[in-house]
């Protein structure tokens, strides 16, 4: 019994201590991975105060800094929560930081309540990218959270508290847009700008009385000036700019100041402001276009200053620098060379193109003069137009309005807009229509009155002219720009050749020029709905569109022998042809057109005794609801001469000519006259 008794004793005291020593492991295990959980949460929430503050340098909402930095730290410093925000704001901001990333970054425990974090930060300033930025930094216990451990190496790298950023910019020069002999279209010049001094104008009676006597001066209103002194920058001894002005313009006059600036000058003003168009400062909207801009940039608004805003306004130079407190650089963080913007030289003509807007006197409308040899442009003209020279200097509300306000549209750019060209048409349907050989020169058609219609599944539609003439061949066609003789013709070739051959010259085409443009059409859709469309179209209507520039260069062919040439604006831009038609249906088009105007009954009659050798084609395309009724025509003319030495082409529109009082032949021949000389 004894035995068996200290057996079981020992059997008991074995277990006993098994259990203690399960238990102590238990509680090993426990208070273990409850110091885990607890150094993995502390991990996480150091991590998340990181994020945070990465979060805000990326969106740069510097505002928030505060909330995520030690107190202490900014006390070592001489920093408060203000003057924080306000140096990230005033570097950031100042050296125009966008598109900051962050990369590569790293946390890791020091000891218990501190971790240490890294990361890499790439952004682009307004000089460009600068070198990627490497950052070290702490996260700190402060009470029951995390807080960054912030000093000044967390703005740069290499800054200290004492130090500054310098940044300086040198603005590239603006390239000049160049006419073919070098004179200038789009240039850089200096002006006034007057601006006010606040203080100088008085209290009460007196200061209203002197803005009164400055708005009449400047042509401005009261409240454009009392807006201006309104803006919240603006300090009693501030200048104050007001308008840019002709250096003539400059008078003494109670509060006002006079300073020199730089801006874009255009010398031809309204003569060339559609194809020039003008620069301006950019947009929210243009920023998010184009993200390589900075906010304080100048770029083309409109016409070719857009079109080749690149390569015109180049690189601005610069550079940002870390100063010490002894004003010396500690280092070069950017550093910038200037690169001005390249020069543009058009086949524009200077003279040409001020004798072609000037002739076009008030009618609204556009003209287009090519080398039809070559395809140089020697003028692109749309009236009316606007002053760009007011855009530039800050356009008045008044002036602004007056454009917005008038039913003849100054912004719209006409020598781009499709029209329906009208009889000018004609000489692609002859030359067609002689290539397939459905039309030759002895054919003559008898044509009985001024209208004609196919058959009675016309119903009420007919054909019209304007001269009863009997019996009418391709010349008198001509002479008389008949649209019956026409609507026949295209109607005898059938839909799929005058198509096929209309497709010889440029419709379908985008034409390789810096406007914003629609290709030529034929039709609406693919397919006449009806023989009356086919008939329309061979005329010149039904929804035949083109541009006056499509039409000069459609019709730059019967000036080449058969051969379109494409129309180009950069002088050293290479020749590109196509083969539309044959030069023995051109010459005969050719020939057709020179009776025109030397015939007297001749549409272009008026031309005659300019030149032996001048070709034309009137043509006038009528808009109106339903036939029978009168519409609105619009007046177009197509003038050429091939003679060596006097090789131009001309296409002039305009809109409405009844109420002008003139048609685009008229008002066009002493452009042609000039042409000629």
């Given amino acids: 019994m004894l035995d068996n008794n200290g057996k079981e004793g020992e059997f008991i005291l074995k277990s006993k201590r098994l259990l203690i020593g399960i238990i102590i492991a238990l509680i090993v295990i426990i208070c273990g991975g409850a110091f885990y959980m607890a150094q993995q949460k502390a991990e996480q929430k150091a991590e998340i105060m990181v994020g945070k503050f990465t979060k ?24 408060n929560k203000q003057s924080l925000v306000d140096k990230y704001t005033n570097i950031f901001n100042g050296i125009g930081a966008e598109k900051i990333k962050i990369s590569n970054m790293t946390i890791s425990k020091i000891k218990n309540g501190q971790y240490q974090f890294s990361y890499k930060l790439n952004l682009t300033t307004s000089l460009g990218k600068m070198p990627t930025l490497s950052y070290k930094g702490k996260v700190i216990k402060e009470g029951k959270d995390y807080a960054i451990d912030w000093n000044p190496n967390l703005v740069f790298p290499s800054m200290d508290a004492t130090d500054k950023i310098s940044f300086s910019e040198e603005d590239a020069i603006r390239g000049k847009i ?77 509060a006002v100041q006079y300073q020199a600036v730089d801006i874009r000058y255009y010398p031809l003003g309204e003569a060339a402001s559609t ?18 801009l900075s906010a304080d940039a100048v770029i083309g608004k409109s016409g070719l200053e857009r079109a080749y805003d690149k390569q015109l306004r180049g690189k601005n130079g610069g550079k940002i620098s870390l100063i010490n407190k002894d004003g010396k650089v500690k280092e070069v963080l950017l550093e910038a060379y200037r690169e001005d913007g390249k020069d543009i030289q058009l086949t524009i003509d200077t ?9 076009l006197e008030n009618a609204t409308g556009a003209s287009v003069i090519m080398q039809p040899k070559t395809g140089e442009l020697l003028a692109l003209v749309s009236k009316p137009s606007y002053d760009p020279n007011k855009m530039i200097r800050g356009i008045s509300q008044k002036d602004y309005d007056a454009y917005m306000n008038d ?8 020598f781009t807009q499709r029209y329906a060209p009208g009889s000018t048409l004609k000489t692609v349907t002859a030359s067609v229509a002689l290539d397939a050989g459905t039309l030759t020169t002895d054919k003559t058609r008898k044509i009985n009155g001024l209208k004609w219609q196919k058959d009675k599944s ?30 026949q013709t295209g109607l005898d070739m059938g839909e799929d050749v005058l198509r096929k051959g209309f497709n010889q010259f440029i419709f379908g085409e985008k034409l390789d020029l810096p406007f914003s443009m629609e290709p030529a059409q034929i039709s609406n859709k693919d397919k006449f709905q009806s023989q009356i469309l086919l008939a329309d179209t061979s005329y010149g209507q039904g929804q ?134």
């Fill in 178 to 254: 160049l006419d073919k002999s070098g004179n200038e279209l789009a240039t850089n010049a200096e002006f006034r700008q007057a601006g006010i001094i606040p203080k100088e104008l008085g209290k009460g009676d007196k200061k209203e009385k002197n803005i009164k006597a400055i708005a009449k001066q400047f042509d401005m209103t009261v409240e454009e000036i009392e807006a201006k002194l309104n803006q919240s920058w603006v300090k009693e001894d501030l200048f104050v700019p007001l308008k840019v002005i002709d250096n003539e313009q400059v008078k003494k006059i109670t």
């Fill in 544 to 677: 035949v569109l083109m541009s006056p520039i499509q039409q000069a260069v459609t019709y730059s062919a019967f000036a080449s022998n058969g051969k379109v040439v494409y129309a180009h604006l950069l002088k050293d831009a290479k020749i590109k042809t196509k083969d539309a038609v044959s030069s023995k249906s051109t010459e005969i088009v050719k020939k057709a057109m020179m009776q025109v105007i030397q015939d007297p009954n001749g549409t272009a009659h008026s031309l005659n005794g300019i030149s032996p050798t001048l070709a034309a084609k009137t043509g006038t395309a009528e808009l109106k609801q339903t036939q029978g009724t009168e519409g609105t025509e619009n007046s177009f003319v197509v003038a050429f001469d091939t003679k060596k030495g006097h090789e131009f082409l001309v296409l002039s529109l305009v809109e409405d000519h009844k109420k002008v009082g003139k048609t685009a032949t008229e008002l066009v021949k002493p452009v042609i006259e000039e042409l000629e000389k």
């Fill in 458 to 487: 016309w119903g009420n539609y007919y054909v019209t002219r304007v001269s009863n003439v009997p019996q009418v061949n391709l010349e008198k066609a001509f002479i008389y720009s008949d649209n019956i003789f026409f609507a």
């Fill in 351 to 359: 003279k040409t193109q001020r004798k072609a807007y000037d002739a």
């Fill in 56 to 79: 805000v340098l990326i969106e740069q909402k510097y505002d928030q800094l505060p909330s995520l930095v030690s107190n202490d730290s900014l006390k070592k410093y001489n920093y």
């Fill in 275 to 292: 194809m020039i168009g003008y620069t301006g400062k950019v947009t929210a909207e243009d920023l998010k276009k184009d993200a390589t």
């Fill in 407 to 414: 039913e003849r549209k100054p912004f719209a750019n006409r």
